[in-house]
């Protein structure tokens, strides 16, 4: 069955995009171990307590991330056919997290109904073809500014998780916010981990050498284990103390077996914030998520199919219908699961690295998402460092596309700046998408070539201005 022309093979359309069973299975591997921090760090970013109290449980959460996690990138690999892995999405669920301990009144089923919500628009946008006309709309130059802005943003993730480069503490006298290592200097084992893996998997690429950053997280998290057996390094923060040499957050070690807790799945209240905030309050904060996850996906989707060579000379994507209808199921799931939206992960692009091209990769990172909802131990093996250098050299892969925006037109290379800058500067796909699509109407307004700019760019564009003056609006309608 596992073999060029069988079933299997015409279904994921594998030989058809220049692949094979084993890369794919390779690939599946990869986004799977990019990713599955996710597991760990979601409960810790929700694990304040809501006005009433409240909270949403540690194990709960983690359980939950991995199921939706599972279900959601196995239907995109069998239904939609791409090699995108879903989970979790750090910017919405930092958002819903703040907004939570922020809003008096507000609970975490009234946040993550509001989350339901936004993806409940979401699926109408996509069923109207609204989102697909945005994304067509888009001039090829920002789309190739976009993959180079992901690649940018790939790599600073894999090195500020590793502790590569840290924030520098907010201290008088401090001129930079980030640094090398800590205190200037590249200390601790783990960083040791991230430099021996980086080194391999560049010389494993160079020599195409198959399978090349699989091998590369398979021989980190084999020294990281070793190491931490040997030398119990612990982990950066233990909920205590502060061990700046410590693994970033996943220290690898074994833990026991433990039944998943499900009990968070449908607590979600999708009305309770209007309730709560009243209508305009509670509609302003639903309008930030939809827009965050409405261009994140789309900037990532463009990314990594583009990285994958799936996406033709048109810009068009297979299926796209198909991605952004999981994309936005992803939210109105996530949110109705209490684990906030889930979205297309960037990291997806370390299985691409290692060759995946079709679905079937999505599919064996879904399976491999359930299988850790009862193994937590999987995940617990694979330190932030042992990942990191995938993510960097697929990083660099993305933004070698650079030398394909047109520099000359400065309407197109401005935009393309600021949004390929700002990604990984701001730590958000979406911000940096914003910053492009004003940038972009408003320079080829200054040209006297507004009519070259499609009628749903001046939408976008309008809708962005919003956005990143939600704050200004909020104090003049007395929002707090």
């Given at each position: 069955m596992l073999k060029q022309g069988s079933a299997l093979d015409r279904y994921f359309k594998i030989s058809e995009r220049g692949s094979n069973f084993s890369r794919e299975i390779r690939g599946g591997f990869a986004t799977f171990f990019a990713m599955s921090y996710i597991v760990v760090l979601n409960p810790l970013i929700l694990a304040g307590k809501d006005s009433?109290?409240?909270?949403?449980?540690?194990?709960?959460?983690?359980?939950?991330?991995?199921?939706?996690?599972?279900?959601?990138?196995?239907?995109?690999?069998?239904w939609a056919k791409h090699p995108f892995a879903l989970a979790t999405g750090l910017g919405v669920n930092a958002f819903v997290a703040v907004t939570v301990s922020t809003h008096p009144g507000l609970t975490w089923p009234d946040m993550m109904g509001l989350v339901v919500l936004s993806g409940v628009t979401m699926l109408i946008l996509v069923l109207t073809g609204f989102r697909t006309a945005v994304?067509?709309?888009?001039?090829?130059?920002?789309?190739?500014?976009?993959?180079?802005?992901?690649?940018?943003?790939?790599?600073?993730?894999?090195?500020?998780?590793?502790?590569?480069?840290?924030?520098?503490?907010?201290?008088?006298g401090t001129t930079v916010p980030v640094g090398l290592g800590f205190d200037g200097k590249l200390m601790g084992w783990p960083t040791l981990v991230f430099v021996f893996g980086l080194i391999l998997t560049i010389a494993l690429v160079v020599r195409k050498v198959k399978g090349a950053i699989l091998i590369g997280i398979i021989a980190s998290t084999v020294l990281s284990v070793i190491l931490e057996f040997t030398l119990h390094i612990g982990p950066s923060f233990d909920g205590k103390t502060t061990n700046p040499q410590g693994w970033s957050l996943v220290a690898p070690k074994f833990t026991a077996w433990t039944a998943p807790d499900l009990s968070l799945i449908g607590k979600a209240n999708p009305f309770g914030a209007f309730e709560h905030l009243g209508f305009v309050a509670a509609a302003l904060l639903a309008f930030v998520i939809l827009l965050s996850i409405f261009f994140d996906a789309m900037g990532t989707m463009v990314g990594l199919a583009t990285e994958a060579g799936t996406i033709d000379k048109d810009g068009n994507i297979p299926n796209v219908d198909r991605v952004l209808q999981i994309d936005a199921l992803g939210a109105i799931v996530g949110g109705g699961a209490s684990v906030s939206s889930n979205q297309i992960y960037v990291e997806s692009g370390a299985g691409i690295g290692e060759g995946a091209r079709t679905g079937l990769a999505s599919v064996v990172t879904g399976l491999l998402f359930l299988v850790a909802m009862f193994f937590t131990p999987l995940i617990n093996l694979v330190p932030f460092e042992a990942v990191a250098p995938a993510l960097v050299?697929?990083?660099?892969?993305?933004?070698?596309?650079?030398?394909?925006?047109?520099?000359?037109?400065?309407?197109?290379?401005?935009?393309?700046?600021?949004?390929?800058?700002?990604?990984?500067?701001?730590?958000?796909?979406?911000?940096?998408?914003?910053?492009?699509f004003i940038a972009f109407v408003l320079i080829r307004t200054f040209q006297g070539r507004a009519r070259e700019i499609h009628p749903l760019m001046w939408t976008v564009a309008a809708a962005f201005l919003i956005f990143f003056g939600i704050g200004p609006i909020e104090q003049m309608l007395g929002i707090n």
């Open positions: 009433s109290g409240q909270v949403l449980g540690f194990t709960a959460v983690a359980a939950v991330t991995a199921l939706v996690a599972g279900v959601l990138t196995i239907l995109m690999g069998a994304f067509k709309a888009v001039p090829e130059g920002l789309k190739t500014a976009i993959v180079v802005g992901i690649g940018l943003f790939i790599a600073l993730i894999g090195l500020v998780n590793a502790g590569f480069v840290r924030r520098i503490p907010d201290v008088a050299v697929v990083g660099f892969m993305m933004v070698s596309q650079v030398g394909r925006i047109d520099w000359s037109d400065w309407g197109i290379a401005i935009p393309a700046f600021l949004t390929f800058t700002l990604m990984p500067f701001t730590y958000s796909i979406a911000n940096g998408l914003g910053a492009g």
